[in-house]
Every structure is written in structure tokens, then in C-alpha cells.
T-cell receptor
Framework: GAGVSQTPSNKVTEKGKYVELRCDPI?????LYWYRQSLGQGPEFLIY????????DSGLPNDRFFAVRPEGSVSTLKIQRTERGDSAVYLC?????????????FGPGTRLTVT | AQTVTQSQPEMSVQEAETVTLSCTYD???????LFWYKQPPSRQMILVIR??????QNATENRFSVNFQKAAKSFSLKISDSQLGDTAMYFC????????????FGKGTHLIIQP
């Protein structure tokens, strides 16, 4: 079946602009995660959805970052007033109901470059 | 807080050799899972192997195996008969809160397989 997809693959934007990054999880997966991966680092947790609600958004760095998942499937990560420090690869992952094993399926990521 | 440490930023071996990547972690949980993920240049994170902490037997997946030492909080990955396609970043990961609430990753080891 189809895996996790993310669009766009690459996004270049100017400092101060607003961007939206989209994630389509695996069909039927209720848990969805966003991570940010800076150059030379491992992914860092941003936010976790269980269904439509954000179960844990403690990883969001500040109030410029916001994510939604209105119908419990597709999710959008929104970044306002982008800064050069926001440049990174943004990874999305999903897992089945419960996800007790912690196993997650990742998308290919969106590389965001803020100039 | 959970922490994951990978002390080898980069490793290089010849094709067909065996290589071991190290990982240590810190947790107060008793039952948990540990993961090794592979990230090739395509950026797609791929699950390599998973270990359940309550199982004493080390997990094995074809050429990949782990050496899990729970008391020492050590979780190393052994790759036997290494292949050129094994060249990638490898990340050790641990559930943030022992369950479904996202993963904490190490900084990664860049593994290079030389022909």
C-alpha cells in the first residue's frame, strides 16, 4: 500500500513569510507525528496527534509553529514569520492504532530553506 | 527525560566486513522498545530492527542483529556481510514516554561502506 507522503519535497521561502507543509499518513493510522531534523542531527519531536487532537505539542519551539489535523488523516504544519533558523528537514510519521510498540512509518520529508 | 547517545559520528568499513554501531540510553522505564532506523540520502527513515526490553533474546533481521544489554542500557547494532547499499545514516531511537508519544533519536552515525 501507499506509504506516508509529504508535500512539497522542497520549499524555499524568504524570511518573514508563512509556509505550510503537508503530510498524508498511511491510511488507517490514527497516530501522526511531526519531527524537525537539522543538518547533522537526529530528528527532534515537534508534535503528536492521536486522531484529530494534538495529544502532545510540547516539542513545538514557539508560537510561530502550529499544526492541524482536522479530519484525523492529513496534517498540515504551519510556520508563521519564518526565520533562517527554521531551515531544516521536516519529517512526518504515522503509526497504527495505539502504536504501543512505538514503531513509526516515515515520509520522505520536506526540506525547508529560509533565505 | 529520555536520552539517547551515539558516540560514533562516522564509520567506514570495506564491503563484506562486519561493523558494529553503538548506542546508549537513559530511562526510568522498565518495559519499552528500542529501534534502529536507517536514513539513506533519499531522507526516508526506514526501520532496520526493533528490540523489546522485556525479551532477553537479541533481535535479528537477516544481516542485522542487536546486542542489547538492559542493565548497561546499551543497544548496539551489528551489520554482517556489509553491502554498498548499507551506506546511510543510522539512528538509534527510543520512545519518549515509553509508548506511543513519539521517539527520541540519537545524533546518528554515518556509515560508509567502501567497495
Amino acid at each position: 500500500g501507499a506509504g506516508v507522503s509529504q508535500t512539497p519535497s522542497n520549499k524555499v521561502t524568504e524570511k518573514g513569510k508563512y509556509v505550510e507543509l503537508r503530510c498524508d499518513p498511511i491510511s488507517g493510522h490514527t497516530a501522526l507525528y511531526w519531527y524537525r531534523q537539522s543538518l547533522g542531527q537526529g530528528p527532534e519531536f515537534l508534535i503528536y496527534f492521536q486522531g484529530t487532537g494534538a495529544a502532545d505539542d510540547s516539542g513545538l519551539p514557539n508560537d510561530r509553529f502550529f499544526a492541524v489535523r482536522p479530519e484525523g488523516s492529513v496534517s498540515t504544519l504551519k510556520i508563521q514569520r519564518t526565520e533562517r533558523g527554521d531551515s531544516a528537514v521536516y519529517l512526518c510519521a504515522s503509526s497504527p492504532v495505539g502504536g504501543e510498540t512505538g514503531e513509526q512509518y516515515f515520509g520522505p520529508g520536506t526540506r525547508l530553506t529560509v533565505t | 527525560a529520555q536520552t539517547v547517545t551515539q558516540s560514533q559520528p562516522e564509520m567506514s568499513v570495506q564491503e563484506a566486513e562486519t561493523v558494529t554501531l553503538s548506542c546508549t540510553y537513559d530511562t526510568s522505564e522498565n518495559n519499552y522498545y528500542l529501534f534502529w532506523y536507517k536514513q539513506p540520502p533519499s531522507r526516508q527513515m526506514i526501520l532496520v530492527i526493533r528490540q523489546e526490553a522485556y525479551k532477553q533474546q537479541n533481535a535479528t533481521e537477516n544481516r542485522f542483529s542487536v546486542n542489547f544489554q538492559k542493565a548497561a542500557k546499551s543497544f548496539s547494532l551489528k551489520i554482517s556481510d556489509s553491502q554498498l547499499g548499507d551506506t546511510a545514516m543510522y539512528f538509534c531511537a527510543f520512545p519518549r514516554r515509553g509508548g506511543a508519544d513519539g521517539l527520541t533519536f540519537g545524533k546518528g552515525t554515518h556509515l560508509i561502506i567502501q567497495p
